[in-house]
C-alpha cells in the first residue's frame, strides 16, 4: 500500500518514521515527489493544493492532519472516498490544556503579574474564585468534551453549545438558537471550539459579544472564520469584551500590522492550541489504515452534507 503524505507546516520524516513502525510494509511518499500517481491508494494531508488528490486515480481513503477538514471541503475537486479527520488523544489534551492555560491567564491577572514583575512591583490582585466564573463552551465535540472536563475539575461552572442534543458529567449541556442565547447570556468566558461550517462562519460576531455579560472574555481556537475581527474590535474599544486570547486568524500567518498584533487587550498563539503530534497520532492513523484494509467500519469519518 502506497500513502501520499502532503503537509506545509508538519514533519514528513517523524511522521514517515512513526508510520513505518506501525506499519512497516506501507510505503510513504512526501510531495513533490509523487512518482505514478497510479501507485497511490491513501493519502494523509493538510491543506492539499486545489486539485492534487483528484489527480490520484487510485485514491481510496483520504486522512486529514487536522481535526477540522474545511480546508478539503472547499475543494470542488475533493475525490469521493471515505474522509477521516484527526481525533487523537494528544491533540485533545494539547486542546484542553490551551483552553485551561487561557482560562486561568485572565481569571488569574497572568498578564497583570507577568507586567508587574517586569516593573518590580509587588501588587496583589483580587480574582475571582473558578466557582463564579461562567464558561460557555461553542462545541462540545471530542475537543470541547477535553476541555469541559478539564475545566470542571478545576471548579468552574461549565456549560457547553451543540449542534445536537449531548450530555457531559458536570456540564450544562444547551443545543439550538434557544440554547446558544441561554449560553452567551451565562458565560464569563466564553470558547470558541466549532468546526468552521456555513452554519458556524462568523459566530463570533457583534450579536454575538453584546449577547455576552459586560466584561466577558473571548477564546478563540476553532477557526478565524469564526470570528468578525472588526467586531471584536469594536466590542473590545467599547469595554464590553474585557479581553480576547485567539489563536487562529483568518489570515494566517498574521500581518504583523494587523491591528490585533500589538493590541494590549488581546493575547495571540500562532495556531498551536492543539497540535497533531505525530507520536500519538500516527495510532490513530495507523488503526484507520489497517481497518480501511480489513474492510472494517472506519470511525471519524466526515460528514460531508453536515460539512464536519
Ligand atoms: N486551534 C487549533 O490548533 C485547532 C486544532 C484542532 C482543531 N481545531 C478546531 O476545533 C474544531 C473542533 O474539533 P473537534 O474534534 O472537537 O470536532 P467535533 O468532535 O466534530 O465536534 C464539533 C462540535 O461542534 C458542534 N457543532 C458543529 N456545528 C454546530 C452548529 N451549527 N451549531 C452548534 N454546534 C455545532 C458539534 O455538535 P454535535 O455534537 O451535535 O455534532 C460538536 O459538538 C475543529 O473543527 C477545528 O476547527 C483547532
Known amino acids: 500500500m502506497t500513502l501520499l503524505f502532503h503537509s506545509a507546516s508538519d514533519d514528513a520524516r517523524a511522521w514517515t518514521a512513526e508510520l513505518n513502525r506501525r506499519l512497516p510494509d506501507l510505503e510513504v511518499r512526501v510531495t513533490p515527489d509523487i512518482g505514478d500517481p497510479a501507485d497511490i491508494t491513501c493519502a494523509l494531508v493538510w491543506k492539499p493544493p486545489p486539485g492534487l488528490l483528484a489527480g490520484l486515480p487510485n485514491l481510496r481513503l483520504i486522512l486529514s492532519l487536522g481535526a477540522g477538514v474545511e480546508p478539503l471541503l472547499e475543494d470542488p475537486t475533493l475525490p469521493d472516498v471515505p474522509l477521516v479527520r484527526m481525533v487523537a488523544a494528544g491533540l485533545a489534551e494539547d486542546m484542553a490544556g490551551y483552553v485551561t492555560m487561557e482560562v486561568l491567564r485572565w481569571q488569574r491577572h497572568a498578564d497583570a503579574y507577568a507586567a508587574q514583575q517586569r516593573a518590580g512591583q509587588w501588587r496583589q490582585l483580587p480574582h475571582r474564585p473558578a466557582a463564579e466564573v461562567r464558561v460557555g463552551l461553542l462545541g462540545l465535540g471530542e475537543l470541547g ?125 500562532p495556531h498551536v492550541a492543539g497540535v497533531t503530534h505525530p507520536g500519538p497520532c500516527a495510532d490513530h492513523v495507523a488503526d484507520t489504515i489497517r481497518r480501511h484494509r480489513a474492510g472494517d467500519p472506519l470511525p471519524n469519518l466526515v460528514d460531508r452534507r453536515r460539512g464536519y
Not at 150 to 178: M, Q
Not at 253 to 267: D, E, I, K, T
Open 145 to 269: 468534551a477535553a476541555a469541559a472536563r478539564a475545566l470542571v475539575a478545576l471548579g468552574f461552572p461549565v456549560a457547553g453549545w451543540s449542534r445536537t442534543p449531548r450530555t457531559l458529567p458536570g456540564v450544562t449541556a444547551l443545543h439550538g438558537p434557544d440554547g446558544l442565547a441561554t449560553l452567551l447570556a451565562g458565560s464569563d468566558m466564553l470558547v470558541c471550539l466549532l468546526p468552521l461550517t456555513p452554519e458556524t462562519r462568523d459566530i463570533l460576531n457583534r450579536n454575538t459579544f453584546a449577547a455576552l455579560p459586560r466584561g466577558a472574555v473571548v477564546i478563540n481556537a476553532g477557526r478565524g472564520g469564526h470570528l468578525v475581527e472588526e467586531d471584536l474590535l469594536a466590542a473590545l474599544e467599547s469595554g464590553h469584551i474585557a479581553g480576547a486570547s485567539l489563536d487562529v486568524f483568518r489570515e494566517e500567518p498574521l500581518p504583523a500590522a494587523h491591528p490585533l498584533f500589538g493590541h494590549p487587550l488581546v493575547h495571540l498563539t
